[in-house]
């Protein structure tokens, strides 16, 4: 087996398809869940593989993933920068990285919070026969994503989102990629585009011998902001319980299996927490408040008296009052008045669709609330159909039922 150098985290992007929750340029992968940054949890992947010499390739405006890492020793990394100046592609960002590059590297994308369940047979198959390794595994859409075209295990080509029916197979490129350092040449040849890395891959596969590794395990996706769910719910099986000595909790207050409490919380008489719950520090949940299954609440998170909450996660400080919200997401310093409720199920009991600035998206969820942005405001009596999403700041009046999706900084009196 090679000896891997280093690993590159690419994490420059736009984060355009996150919307309302990154604005660029705060990158995607420092959203908050379970407490810390989900890019963490790939740095703890990765130590736990044995990669120590990290690069984290970021926008050279972007200030918060520096001044959060730092050098990386406290996490018990070797952490080193790499800026990208403008967001041109997943190529020009690994070119920014090339001079901490020193030899054989992986490059990964920051969504692979359980990277060590697949990253040491990735290490195997990267033997000296092959000249790099990538990371694939089975879809239903393929016509979505980037299509590996194969001969046995030998990679021939990525096709970028294929039209539909025409696609080379039904495996993804999921965003590990093993590579000798030579690579990088053949990609400073190639012209500065949005596809610049799958190009340059496409020139390699045809003169080095680069094998696909398939996966049958879980591999996350983190583009659009319901995949934020997915990120939770998969966070939410590797819960165990933990009660702070710190936290103040109701001898009246019932936490039932897999609770996570941390310091400062206060749970109040008759409340009931059925785990897999997290509950940050800080957070307040309210008298006679249900608190169920695959709930996250950030730091701060304030939540009232006669609660129902289920399979969501809250963002830092926000807030609310007798409602009912399921399988949504509520952004930061969010305020919700009393009598909200999300729906989160269509009357045919069928798949919710979620609409983006690049049209209708499939979820592949039957169950699906609200998508609310930070520092929103919501008055009393007020609802959201199934897949709405609120932009941040904006300002929804009493009794407003919103149908459809709300533009960032509005101020919506009557929905029409």
């Known amino acids: 087996m090679k000896k891997l150098s280093q690993a590159v985290i690419l994490a420059a992007g736009k984060s355009e398809r996150m919307f309302p929750y990154a604005v660029f340029p705060f990158h995607k992968s420092m959203i908050e869940v379970g407490g810390k940054p989900i890019l963490q949890y790939l740095l703890e992947e990765l130590k736990k593989s044995g990669l120590k010499d990290i690069i984290l390739v970021v926008n050279k405006n972007n200030t918060e993933t520096p001044a959060y890492f730092k050098d990386g020793k406290k996490f018990g990394l070797s952490l080193k920068y790499a800026f990208q100046k403008e967001p041109k592609g997943m190529g020009n960002a690994l070119l920014a990285a090339r001079n901490y590059i020193k030899g054989d590297f992986c490059v990964i994308n920051p969504n692979h919070i359980n990277l060590s369940e697949f990253l040491p047979s ?5 033997t ?12 239903k859409e393929p016509w979505r994503y980037g299509v590996l075209k194969t001969k046995g295990d030998k990679i021939l080509e990525i ?10 197979s039904q495996i993804r490129v999921v965003g590990l990629y093993l590579l000798k ?31 696909l590794l398939s996966t049958s395990k879980e591999t996350l996706s983190l583009k659009y902001p319901l995949d934020l769910l997915q990120v939770k719910e998969f966070l939410a099986k590797k819960l165990k319980r933990f009660v702070s000595p710190k936290a103040s909790i109701s001898r009246y207050a019932s936490l039932q299996g897999p609770v996570v409490v941390e310091e400062g919380a206060r749970i109040f008489e008759g409340a009931v927490l059925k785990g897999p719950v997290y509950i940050g520090k800080n957070v307040v949940v309210g008298n006679y408040t249900l608190i169920r299954e695959n709930t996250f609440l950030e730091e701060g998170v304030k939540i009232g008296a006669m609660n129902d909450i289920k399979n969501s996660l809250f963002m ?18 969010t305020k919700i008045g009393a009598g909200f409720v999300t729906a989160n199920r269509r009357f045919d009991r069928g798949e919710i669709f979620a609409y983006f600035k690049k049209g209708k998206i499939p979820t592949g969820r039957n169950y699906l609330g609200a998508l609310i942005g930070n520092n929103v405001q919501i008055g009393i009596q007020c609802g959201t159909m199934p897949g709405v999403i609120i932009g941040s700041n904006s300002i929804i009046y009493p009794g407003t039922m919103v149908y459809k999706n709300i533009p960032e900084n509005s101020i919506i009196k009557k929905f029409s």
């Open 159 to 168: 096709l970028e989102k294929p039209k539909r029916g025409k696609e080379p």
């Open 316 to 333: 830092k400080n926000s807030s609310l009052h007798s409602v009912f919200i399921g399988d949504s997401i509520i952004g930061e310093n």
């Open 181 to 211: 350092k030579d690579f990088l040449n053949t990609l400073s040849k190639i012209p500065s585009q949005k596809y610049q890395l799958e190009v340059a891959l496409n020139q390699f596969f045809k003169k080095n011998q680069v094998r």
């Open 122 to 126: 990735t290490l195997r198959a990267f």
């Open 128 to 139: 000296l026969r092959y000249q790099g390794v990538l990371l694939g595994a089975k879809t």
